[in-house]
């Protein structure tokens, strides 16, 4: 008589490890499929990735030959303007003048500072969003 209860128990236990061991391969297998989709995104953001960067690249290229194109007089006006301010502020009798010119420029609203060096920089070749990769140490 206990020979067909401990049967059962054992086929219950059997059962058991059974179902344990094909959940536990079915999360593996989910697992699996999970890791390579991530995988296949993954490849697919760096795909994405490298093709704004050629875009980047060759928008890059177009703005930097559109610039010498464009480039002129008023340029190089600019420029000179620029290092005549720098070096007038060597000269001691010019120094109060150029101080006075620079907190005139500190009163300007944020926005047409930010114009003033964009044009300033574009200028002598360096775009804005370029001029904040450099690296000043």
Known sequence: MSIPIIGKVVESVVKGID????????????????????AEWAAQAAKAA????????????????????????????NSIALWVFFFAGAIPVLQPFVAQAVLIMQGWPLWLQTVFVAHSLA???????????????
């Open 19 to 38: 179902n344990r061991n094909a959940r536990k391969h079915e999360r593996n297998i989910a697992d699996l499929e999970n890791a390579a989709q991530r």
């Open 123 to 137: 200028s002598i070749g360096i775009r804005l969003n370029a001029a904040s990769k450099l690296k000043l140490s």
């Open 50 to 77: 490298a093709e704004q960067k050629k875009v980047d690249s060759a928008a890059d290229v177009s703005w930097a030959t559109e610039a010498w194109k464009q480039s002129g007089w008023k340029d190089e006006l």
